[in-house]
Protein backbone atom coordinates (compact mmCIF):
# COMPACT_ATOMS: atom_id res chain seq x y z
CA UNK A 1 0.00 0.00 0.00
CA UNK A 2 1.37 3.35 -0.63
CA UNK A 3 0.45 4.66 3.00
CA UNK A 4 1.18 3.51 6.48
CA UNK A 5 -1.37 0.83 7.54
CA UNK A 6 -2.94 0.06 10.91
CA UNK A 7 -4.49 -3.19 12.23
CA UNK A 8 -7.44 -3.60 13.80
CA UNK A 9 -8.88 -0.24 12.95
CA UNK A 10 -10.92 -0.75 16.23
CA UNK A 11 -10.28 -3.39 19.47
CA UNK A 12 -12.88 -3.90 22.57
CA UNK A 13 -11.22 -5.89 24.91
CA UNK A 14 -12.17 -7.31 28.30
CA UNK A 15 -9.86 -5.63 31.20
CA UNK A 16 -6.92 -7.97 31.85
CA UNK A 17 -6.48 -9.11 28.94
CA UNK A 18 -3.38 -8.71 26.40
CA UNK A 19 -3.71 -6.53 23.33
CA UNK A 20 -1.50 -7.12 19.56
CA UNK A 21 -1.74 -3.45 17.69
CA UNK A 22 0.16 -4.03 14.05
CA UNK A 23 1.59 -1.01 11.85
CA UNK A 24 2.86 -1.60 8.55
CA UNK A 25 5.19 1.31 7.70
CA UNK A 26 5.78 2.82 4.10
CA UNK A 27 8.24 0.96 2.36
CA UNK A 28 11.59 1.83 2.97
CA UNK A 29 10.83 4.36 6.21
CA UNK A 30 13.72 3.71 8.33
CA UNK A 31 11.95 5.39 11.20
CA UNK A 32 9.00 4.42 13.12
CA UNK A 33 7.00 5.80 15.70
CA UNK A 34 4.15 4.96 18.09
CA UNK A 35 1.47 7.61 20.16
CA UNK A 36 -1.37 7.23 22.37
CA UNK A 37 -4.04 10.08 21.04
CA UNK A 38 -6.24 10.83 24.10
CA UNK A 39 -8.91 13.22 24.76
CA UNK A 40 -7.11 16.06 26.75
CA UNK A 41 -3.67 14.28 26.35
CA UNK A 42 -2.89 15.20 23.02
CA UNK A 43 -0.73 13.03 21.28
CA UNK A 44 1.56 11.18 23.47
CA UNK A 45 5.08 9.63 22.67
CA UNK A 46 5.54 6.09 23.60
CA UNK A 47 8.11 4.79 21.60
CA UNK A 48 10.77 5.48 18.19
CA UNK A 49 12.43 2.74 16.53
CA UNK A 50 15.28 4.08 14.12
CA UNK A 51 17.13 1.47 11.69
CA UNK A 52 18.86 -0.85 13.41
CA UNK A 53 19.28 1.52 16.45
CA UNK A 54 18.21 0.39 19.95
CA UNK A 55 14.22 2.18 20.45
CA UNK A 56 13.71 4.86 22.50
CA UNK A 57 11.39 3.42 24.85
CA UNK A 58 11.15 6.57 26.82
CA UNK A 59 7.16 6.97 26.51
CA UNK A 60 6.06 3.90 27.51
CA UNK A 61 3.62 4.58 30.48
CA UNK A 62 4.25 1.31 31.94
CA UNK A 63 6.06 -1.97 31.68
CA UNK A 64 2.71 -3.47 31.09
CA UNK A 65 4.03 -1.74 27.45
CA UNK A 66 5.98 -3.14 25.04
CA UNK A 67 6.73 -3.11 21.57
CA UNK A 68 9.17 -4.46 18.49
CA UNK A 69 10.20 -3.98 14.86
CA UNK A 70 10.66 -7.07 12.73
CA UNK A 71 13.14 -7.28 10.10
CA UNK A 72 13.51 -3.38 10.07
CA UNK A 73 9.34 -3.25 8.56
CA UNK A 74 6.16 -4.07 10.49
CA UNK A 75 5.98 -3.15 14.16
CA UNK A 76 3.11 -4.55 16.76
CA UNK A 77 2.53 -2.67 20.43
CA UNK A 78 1.41 -4.97 23.16
CA UNK A 79 -0.19 -4.15 25.89
CA UNK A 80 -0.49 -6.52 28.85
CA UNK A 81 -3.31 -7.05 31.49
CA UNK A 82 -5.20 -4.10 29.90
CA UNK A 83 -6.24 -1.63 32.01
CA UNK A 84 -9.53 0.99 31.55
CA UNK A 85 -6.99 3.57 31.09
CA UNK A 86 -5.24 2.05 28.25
CA UNK A 87 -8.12 3.04 26.72
CA UNK A 88 -7.38 5.66 23.54
CA UNK A 89 -6.68 5.80 20.02
CA UNK A 90 -2.87 4.22 19.36
CA UNK A 91 -1.05 6.07 15.87
CA UNK A 92 1.59 4.84 14.17
CA UNK A 93 3.87 7.01 12.04
CA UNK A 94 6.57 6.76 9.87
CA UNK A 95 9.12 8.54 7.75
CA UNK A 96 12.82 8.62 6.40
CA UNK A 97 15.36 8.65 8.67
CA UNK A 98 18.25 10.75 7.45
CA UNK A 99 18.60 14.62 8.60
CA UNK A 100 16.65 17.65 6.43
CA UNK A 101 12.75 18.24 7.19
CA UNK A 102 11.73 14.63 6.76
CA UNK A 103 7.55 14.24 7.15
CA UNK A 104 6.02 11.76 9.13
CA UNK A 105 3.53 10.02 7.51
CA UNK A 106 0.09 8.63 9.93
CA UNK A 107 -1.77 5.39 9.69
CA UNK A 108 -5.02 5.80 10.66
CA UNK A 109 -5.19 4.93 14.15
CA UNK A 110 -6.34 1.86 16.14
CA UNK A 111 -8.92 2.40 18.73
CA UNK A 112 -8.47 0.43 22.09
CA UNK A 113 -11.42 0.42 23.95
CA UNK A 114 -10.66 -1.62 27.50
CA UNK A 115 -13.88 -2.60 29.20
CA UNK B 1 14.67 16.76 26.83
CA UNK B 2 12.25 18.35 24.32
CA UNK B 3 9.11 19.67 24.79
CA UNK B 4 6.64 21.23 22.97
CA UNK B 5 3.68 23.61 24.56
CA UNK B 6 0.59 24.86 23.23
CA UNK B 7 -1.29 26.61 25.84
CA UNK B 8 -4.45 27.07 23.96
CA UNK B 9 -6.88 24.00 24.10
CA UNK B 10 -9.61 25.84 22.61
CA UNK B 11 -9.75 28.64 20.00
CA UNK B 12 -12.88 29.78 18.19
CA UNK B 13 -13.00 32.59 15.90
CA UNK B 14 -15.28 34.37 13.06
CA UNK B 15 -14.85 33.57 9.60
CA UNK B 16 -12.35 36.11 8.39
CA UNK B 17 -10.91 37.09 11.12
CA UNK B 18 -7.04 36.65 11.81
CA UNK B 19 -5.55 33.51 13.42
CA UNK B 20 -2.85 32.48 15.67
CA UNK B 21 -2.19 29.22 17.13
CA UNK B 22 0.55 29.60 19.77
CA UNK B 23 3.43 27.13 20.33
CA UNK B 24 6.51 27.13 22.34
CA UNK B 25 9.14 24.78 21.94
CA UNK B 26 12.36 23.80 24.28
CA UNK B 27 15.61 21.92 22.98
CA UNK B 28 19.03 22.68 23.40
CA UNK B 29 20.16 22.36 19.95
CA UNK B 30 18.54 23.07 16.85
CA UNK B 31 15.28 21.21 16.06
CA UNK B 32 13.04 21.11 13.08
CA UNK B 33 9.69 22.57 13.81
CA UNK B 34 6.25 21.25 12.05
CA UNK B 35 2.45 21.87 11.88
CA UNK B 36 0.60 18.98 11.83
CA UNK B 37 -3.01 19.08 10.80
CA UNK B 38 -5.99 16.42 11.61
CA UNK B 39 -9.17 17.35 10.01
CA UNK B 40 -12.47 15.52 11.39
CA UNK B 41 -12.42 11.51 10.42
CA UNK B 42 -9.41 11.89 8.87
CA UNK B 43 -5.28 11.28 9.43
CA UNK B 44 -2.87 13.27 10.90
CA UNK B 45 -1.08 15.36 8.19
CA UNK B 46 1.85 17.53 7.50
CA UNK B 47 0.61 21.22 7.43
CA UNK B 48 4.23 23.29 6.89
CA UNK B 49 7.88 22.57 8.34
CA UNK B 50 9.79 25.85 9.13
CA UNK B 51 12.45 25.13 6.96
CA UNK B 52 11.08 25.19 3.82
CA UNK B 53 9.06 28.51 4.76
CA UNK B 54 6.17 27.80 2.89
CA UNK B 55 2.29 29.23 3.01
CA UNK B 56 -0.27 26.19 3.05
CA UNK B 57 -3.33 26.79 2.95
CA UNK B 58 -2.61 30.77 3.69
CA UNK B 59 -0.99 29.51 7.05
CA UNK B 60 2.68 30.42 7.74
CA UNK B 61 4.65 30.06 10.37
CA UNK B 62 8.31 31.70 11.80
CA UNK B 63 10.64 30.35 13.92
CA UNK B 64 11.93 31.84 16.59
CA UNK B 65 14.58 31.19 18.31
CA UNK B 66 14.92 34.42 20.90
CA UNK B 67 11.69 33.56 21.98
CA UNK B 68 11.90 29.75 20.82
CA UNK B 69 8.26 29.94 19.45
CA UNK B 70 6.50 28.31 16.62
CA UNK B 71 3.59 30.63 16.27
CA UNK B 72 0.57 29.32 13.07
CA UNK B 73 -0.79 32.57 11.85
CA UNK B 74 -3.41 33.14 9.06
CA UNK B 75 -4.71 36.51 8.33
CA UNK B 76 -8.48 35.40 7.35
CA UNK B 77 -9.94 32.27 8.58
CA UNK B 78 -12.20 29.99 6.58
CA UNK B 79 -14.46 27.66 8.20
CA UNK B 80 -12.83 24.74 6.20
CA UNK B 81 -9.82 25.98 8.49
CA UNK B 82 -11.70 24.47 11.76
CA UNK B 83 -9.69 21.34 12.99
CA UNK B 84 -7.10 20.37 15.57
CA UNK B 85 -3.27 21.89 15.09
CA UNK B 86 -0.07 20.29 16.54
CA UNK B 87 3.13 21.59 17.08
CA UNK B 88 5.77 19.38 16.40
CA UNK B 89 9.57 19.31 16.93
CA UNK B 90 12.31 16.97 15.92
CA UNK B 91 15.67 17.17 17.66
CA UNK B 92 18.53 17.76 15.03
CA UNK B 93 21.98 15.48 14.33
CA UNK B 94 20.68 11.90 14.29
CA UNK B 95 17.87 12.09 17.14
CA UNK B 96 14.72 12.01 15.17
CA UNK B 97 12.19 11.42 17.87
CA UNK B 98 9.64 13.38 17.38
CA UNK B 99 7.59 15.37 20.11
CA UNK B 100 4.28 16.85 19.74
CA UNK B 101 1.98 19.44 21.89
CA UNK B 102 -0.92 18.97 22.95
CA UNK B 103 -2.75 20.54 20.19
CA UNK B 104 -5.35 23.09 19.86
CA UNK B 105 -9.05 22.59 18.34
CA UNK B 106 -9.46 25.74 15.85
CA UNK B 107 -13.48 26.49 15.55
CA UNK B 108 -14.05 29.16 12.84
CA UNK B 109 -17.85 30.09 12.41
CA UNK B 110 -19.54 31.21 10.19
Known amino acids: GAGVSQSPSNKVTEKGKDVELRCDPISGHTALYWYRQSLGQGLEFLIYFQGNSAPDKSGLPSDRFSAERTGGSVSTLTIQRTQQEDSAVYLCASSFGGGGNTEAFFGQGTRLTVV | AQRVTQPEKLLSVFKGAPVELKCNYSYSGSPELFWYVQYSRQRLQLLLR??SRESIKGFTADLNKGETSFHLKKPFAQEEDSAMYYCALRGGGSNYKLTFGKGTLLTVNP
Open chain 2, 50 to 51: HI
